[in-house]
């Protein structure tokens, strides 16, 4: 199985409202509950009327489209990384999986998912 890097800084936020996301970024996810809006993006593009954030996170993901009759595949990949004591962020979208780790841990991370049998892409 395949692993993309991404090359971009993440920041994980809560946001007061929507209205300052740039939509036409790479990469943003948002997520939104009874109590928060939550956003992840790039870190360059976190929106003025941010809450709370936590910046310094790196991300991969599981490449191809994932059916969602697969079982398994994040799971393994979450127990490979807690066995090392590498914490996770997941967002998971129709097609795929995406793991976030802190900065300082990712190319460790990378490493252990290697040495795990995984093929690390650019």
Request: with cysteine; charged share 30%.
């Given at each position: ?25 790479e ?92 093929k690390?892409?650019?």
């Amino acid at each position: 199985m395949e692993l993309k890097k991404i090359d971009y800084d993440f920041s994980i936020c809560k946001v007061a409202d929507y209205s300052l996301l740039n939509l036409d970024s790479e990469y943003s996810f948002v997520g939104k509950t009874d109590e928060e809006k939550s956003l992840v993006c790039i870190t360059s593009d976190v929106p003025s009327n941010t809450v709370e954030r936590d910046d310094g996170w790196r991300a991969f993901r599981i490449q191809g489209i994932l059916d969602f009759s697969l079982i398994g595949i994040l799971s393994e990949i979450a127990r490979i990384l807690a066995e090392h004591k590498i914490g996770i962020f997941v967002i998971s979208t129709f097609n795929t999986d995406y793991v976030l780790t802190k900065k300082e841990n990712y190319q460790r991370a990378l490493e252990v998912l290697g040495d795990a049998g995984y093929k690390v892409v650019e």
